[in-house]
């Protein structure tokens, strides 16, 4: 049950809002010019994209056909594992979902939102952008009210939580019964297949969003997909249009979600590369509060003096306002970038 001290105010919602993105190169060249090249560690994105397509210019001559699109929902579809008739959708990245979430939920019915928190600060700044009440869950068991919408990050960033594919059927089931509603943000799930929330059927009250360039290391074709309830798809779908996206987020897409010997060799990838990054922190007595194949966040008092010793040295990384003691790092494209990342580190501690 929740209390009314449980209730979370604006203000306690404002020191997300205030949050800065990673993957913005350009505020670290401002302060630190004399550095040329840097090794960008600041998202949680694949540093090793993939690069088995090319794109004729012809194919911005015509925009993108029905058909076109209903076969890649077919491929999605395949590749997270749904049931066929499961209603999916396509837009212009994770972000552009999470842009117009507040749109489809009754403001007269549900005027609050629950989010999962400490989480990705865009779901904090969309819900209020929209004058929805934020009220922040720290503790599921304890505190959701599972009447009211609530959104949560699986795996979750910054702190990396994975919940268990039998605790989110639990979990689904209490908020159906309850006539909640589910948001699944599973942007970084693709590492971990198998602990994605299962859609064997059709589920109502639940939403599931799933980003297309993290795990495939192209953010800029701005591609992401959500599926789940039909009723809350039917009303994405008519938001985002006949176009929901370009004619070569189609064709690359396409490819990558049937290239099953690239996505097998990659998730290996990332595991190892993730493993040997845990095994140096832990070498190195840093603490680590999270964690999964895309990201590391260490705990240190001194978390804004590291992330700028590391900038100093061309690393740059990310640091949260809400925590002064946290920092982020995704990971390192290749052995050079790695043992670089692993002497600096050494050197500053």
Known sequence: MITNSDQITHNKVDIFLDDKHGGDLSYAVRVNRKIKKWIDLSTGINPNAYNDFNIDKTVYSHLPSGNQLAELMSIARGYYNLNQEIKICAYQGAQGVINILPNIVNKNIHDTIQILTPTYTEHYRVWNDHGFKIRLVTNIENELDPSIPFVL????????????????????????KAGGFLILDESFMDGTPDMSLRFDNCRDNVIVIRSFGKFFGLPGLRLGFVYGDNHYINKISSLVGPWPISSSSLLIARKAMLDTVWISATITDLKM?????????????????????????????????????????????????????????????????????????????
Request: net charge positive; charged share 25%.
């Open 153 to 176: 990050v699986n795996p979750n960033n910054p702190d990396g939580k994975l919940f268990q594919p039998k605790y989110l059927e639990e979990l689904w089931e209490r908020i159906r």
């Open 273 to 349: 590369k993730s493993t040997a990054l845990s095994n140096f922190l832990h070498d190195q007595k840093l603490k680590t509060v999270g964690d999964c194949y895309f990201f590391k966040t260490i705990e240190l008092d001194r978390a804004s003096q590291m992330h700028e010793a590391l900038a100093n040295h061309g690393i740059w990384t990310r640091i949260f306002n809400y925590n002064q003691k946290w920092l982020r790092m995704g990971l390192t494209k290749n052995k050079f970038e790695f043992e670089y990342l692993a002497n600096t580190i050494m050197d500053i501690l």
